[in-house]
């Protein structure tokens, strides 16, 4: 340990203290069993997916951070706990980049979306999903839309308002979709998506009961965060 001390300390300037190797062993199982353990439970919690969910992850991480510390060495405590704390926040802020974000960030980022004039809301948004991707889909919100606009011009009108925001169509672009008289889009802007479908009358391409007028052409848009 001595050897292996001087030659981190040479090259990093960063001084270790030689421990037992059986105290160095545990505290490092110790603590990556914790950082193990509060990975699962936050993102149970749906820590990482809230909205400042990076502050509160990294919190979580701190402890075994600094338990590692002692396994990996670092004599003083005031570098261990700059160390513990530097890696809590790029891990908490890593887990919160990575993890599907709650359907209420979902509906602020949607509600920054418009709708052209003249378009009638059906169903102002439906919970879908959750953030483990477990038994249906990530989180997920969608809104139904109505109007009286033919499909094509339904579709363009909204294409237009999203280019408009920044938005971008992704690979897919326009596709024939299935059914008949029916549109759909795919959207992107930054890590969030929106899907669309624009059906028109006597077709409803929701998968819930909500229905639109039947002479009336009917928009869902569909909006995630996942990556």
Request: with cysteine; aromatic share 12%.
């Given at each position: ?90 891990m908490g802020s890593g887990a ?132």
């Open positions: 340990m001595g050897f292996v001390a001087r030659r981190i300390r040479r090259s990093t300037g960063l001084r270790l203290q030689a421990r037992p190797t059986w105290g160095r062993v545990l505290a490092c199982v110790v603590g990556l069993g914790y950082l193990m353990a509060a990975f699962i439970a936050l993102a149970f919690l749906d820590v990482p997916s809230g909205f400042h969910g990076w502050l509160p992850a990294a919190l979580g991480y701190v402890p075994g951070l600094l338990v590692l510390s002692l396994g990996i060495g670092i004599a003083r405590w005031p570098v261990a706990v700059a160390w513990a704390a530097g890696a809590a926040l790029a919160h980049f990575v993890a599907a974000p709650i359907h209420e960030r979902i509906e602020v980022e949607a509600a920054e979306v418009g709708t052209p004039a003249g378009w009638t809301v059906v169903e102002d948004g439906t919970w879908t999903g959750n953030t483990w991707g477990l038994w249906s889909s990530w989180p997920e919100v969608t809104y139904t839309y109505a109007t009286d606009d033919s499909v094509q011009v339904a579709a363009e009108d909204y294409a237009a308002l999203l280019e408009a925001d920044g938005w971008e169509m992704d690979t897919i672009g326009y596709r024939v979709d299935p059914r008949p008289g029916t549109i759909a889009q795919a959207w992107e802007k930054g890590r969030w998506n929106i899907r669309v479908r624009v059906a028109g009358p006597g077709s409803n391409p929701r998968q819930f009961d909500t229905r639109a007028p039947a002479p009336m052409t009917t928009i869902d848009v569909y909006v995630d965060g996942q990556r």
